[in-house]
T-cell receptor, first 114, second 106 residues
Framework: EAQVTQNPRYLITVTGKKLTVTCSQN?????MSWYRQDPGLGLRQIYY???????DKGDVPEGYKVSRKEKRNFPLILESPSPNQTSLYFC?????????????FGPGTRLLVL | DAKTTQPPSMDCAEGRAANLPCNHS???????VYWYRQIHSQGPQYIIH???NNETNEMASLIITEDRKSSTLILPHATLRDTAVYYC???????FGTGTRLTVIP
């Protein structure tokens, strides 16, 4: 089944404790991205990747890192999480670099930073 | 990329057509209009997209005005499972605003 998976789905952590949220797609898509969703603000793009080893900042990249060493995986790294990073996170992928291509979203990761 | 304006919420009776409007007055000639929906904190789901002609698929129809400054997503026979937030997006960077919360009423 074609899908985007994220792990973990739920995470509670404390300020400053490094964490990684994994994202994987099995559709051989080139384009992947991360969004966060907060009440009243819609989805905001954090980082995106056009292809392996190519990443770029989205609208709200501060406090986040990403890497794209393999085509299928696009982990989101919070080196020193803070409470303002408490949010619902979505990973997405599309066949090509976001141009007129349907984006497929993962199920979401709900993060609480205490 | 152009921005969009949508009503924050709408209600629709079950079985009736749901017509969701979107204004995108600053759209440029080569920008597509996309519609996604998000059901209760699940990942957004693609619905349909178009450039200037009306489009229809198994989920919905998309009507784009001739001047392309607005569009309407039509769910022909809304069901309770169509209750969701619907996002109208213009351009290729997929900027999601706050969308329209559609509630289908039994």
């Amino acid at each position: 089944e074609a899908q985007v998976t994220q792990n973990p789905r739920y995470l509670i952590t404390v300020t400053g404790k490094k964490l990684t949220v994994t994202c994987s797609q099995n559709m051989n898509h080139e384009y992947m991205s991360w969004y966060r969703q907060d009440p009243g603000l819609g989805l905001r793009q954090i980082y995106y990747s056009m292809n392996v080893e190519v990443t770029d900042k989205g609208d709200v990249p501060e406090g986040y890192k990403v890497s794209r060493k393999e085509k299928r995986n696009f982990p989101l790294i919070l080196e020193s999480p803070s409470p303002n990073q408490t949010s619902l996170y979505f990973c997405a992928s599309s066949l090509l670099a976001g141009v007129r291509e349907t984006q497929y979203f993962g199920p979401g990761t709900r993060l609480l930073v205490l | 990329d152009a921005k969009t304006t949508q009503p924050p919420s709408m209600d629709c009776a079950e079985g009736r057509a749901a017509n969701l409007p979107c204004n995108h007055s600053t759209i440029s000639g080569n920008e597509y209009v996309y519609w996604y929906r998000q059901i209760h904190s699940q990942g957004p789901q693609y619905i349909i997209h178009g450039l200037k002609n009306n489009e229809t698929n198994e989920m919905a129809s998309l009507i784009i005005t001739e001047d392309r400054k607005s569009s309407t997503l039509i769910l022909p026979h809304a069901t309770l499972r169509d209750t969701a937030v619907y996002y109208c997006i213009v351009g290729d960077n997929l900027f999601f605003g706050t969308g329209t919360r559609l509630t289908v009423i039994p």
